[in-house]
């Protein structure tokens, strides 16, 4: 059964600072992977997915993830982070045969001025 | 146009009321969800509906009832909540069911049960 694991449920960096959180997926099968934002009393908007055309996935934002399947990781990085990019965020797997994404627990980041 | 749209905003009902929430997207997808969002918790799914067909159920209790009237619209209907149903509730489309496509979903109505 696919599950996906966000360590660290609040991230904070300073602006300008790398982000790095951090996501670990669990899957008998090739998972297709995802990242969502949230922010504050609005829905999920999708940042990139992972389907196995390339390892190394641009998303908006300038935020981008790396597939690494020996690690079975795919974390989510920025080089450079906002005041605009505080918001929660989601890495989801779906469950092989369609139609249910497994969300991780989110990691909340914080950008301090 | 790649909007999910939900209405009301905002819901208040007690606990007798009947209600119902909207969704509607017209990017031609066949394939709809409803989840349910606690504060500082991930989406919980609770239906998907395929092609106008529902066909998830997570055991959700029957006081929501969700409905498909054609391939655009997504009703949920609720009745007799009680104030643990207090939450924000997401609807989503896909293309289809299929595990590559990405989900799109809309802003949610954040539902308060008095």
């Known amino acids: 059964a696919q599950s996906v694991t966000q360590l660290g449920s609040h991230v904070s960096v300073s602006e300008g600072a790398l982000v790095l959180l951090r996501c670990n997926y669990s899957s008998s099968v090739p998972p297709y992977l995802f990242w969502y934002v949230q922010y504050p009393n609005q829905g999920l908007q999708l940042l990139l997915k992972y389907t196995s055309a390339a390892t190394l996935v641009k998303g908006i934002n300038g935020f981008e993830a790396e597939f690494k399947k020996s690690e079975t990781s795919f974390h989510l990085t920025k080089p450079s982070a906002h005041m605009s990019d505080a918001a929660e965020y989601f890495c989801a797997v779906t469950r092989f045969g369609g139609g249910k994404l497994i969300f991780g627990q989110g990691t909340e980041l914080s950008v301090k001025p | 146009d790649t909007e999910v749209t939900q209405t009301p905003k905002h819901l208040v009902m007690g606990m007798t009321n009947k209600k119902s929430l909207k969704c509607e997207q017209h990017m031609g997808h066949r394939a709809m969800y409803w989840y349910k969002q606690k504060a500082k918790k991930p989406p919980e799914l609770m239906f998907v509906?395929?092609?106008?067909?529902?066909?998830i159920n997570e055991s959700v209790p029957s006081r929501f009832s969700p409905e498909c009237p054609n391939s655009s619209l997504l009703n949920l209907h609720l009745h007799a909540l009680q104030p643990e149903d207090s939450a924000l509730y997401l609807c989503a489309s896909s293309p289809d069911r299929a595990s590559s496509y990405e989900q799109y979903f809309g802003p949610g109505t954040r539902l308060t049960v008095t």
């Open positions: 509906y395929s092609y106008e067909k529902l066909s």
